[in-house]
Structures are given as structure tokens and as C-alpha cells.
């Protein structure tokens, strides 16, 4: 019993850390779009941090996001 409770926290442990890699792949995917590969990451980090502290219902919140969706729109053809 210990070893199948211990096997099934293993497979949990690992399907976790599944999708931590995949989040951090499209991630990173976000960043290559923005032609972001090279830039400075302090930068990148900074401007980051100052969308996290934007409030949703801001309007330059919603700008940037139209931003966002426009670009994907675009990269999908679309």
C-alpha cells in the first residue's frame, strides 16, 4: 500500500512539473513574438512587473491587451 501511495505521488510530482515546463515554454514563446529574445531581461522583467500592477479594468490594461490579441490574431493568419 505505502509503495502504490508513493508511486502515485510520483506521477503527480512528475504530471506537475508537466505542466510548469509546458507554462514556461509558452512563455517563453510570448517573449520571442514580442522580439523580446535579446532584449535586456532586467528590462523585460521591469515592464513586466508594471503590467502585473495594472488593474484589470484600467483602460491601459485593456489597450495592452488588444495589443496582445491583434498579434496573435496576426501570427494565426487570421
Not at 508537466?18 to 522583467?45: F, W
Not at 488593474?55 to 491587451?65: E, I, V
Amino acid at each position: 500500500m505505502h509503495a502504490r501511495m508513493a508511486q502515485a505521488l510520483e506521477a503527480a510530482t512528475a504530471a506537475a512539473r508537466k505542466r510548469d515546463a509546458h507554462e514556461k515554454i509558452q512563455l517563453g514563446g510570448v517573449v520571442i513574438k514580442a522580439g523580446l529574445r535579446s532584449g535586456d531581461k532586467a528590462v523585460l522583467l521591469g515592464a513586466l512587473l508594471e503590467v502585473a500592477a495594472l488593474d484589470p479594468a484600467s483602460d491601459r490594461y485593456k489597450h495592452l491587451k488588444e495589443k496582445g490579441r491583434e498579434a496573435f490574431q496576426r501570427e494565426a493568419g487570421g
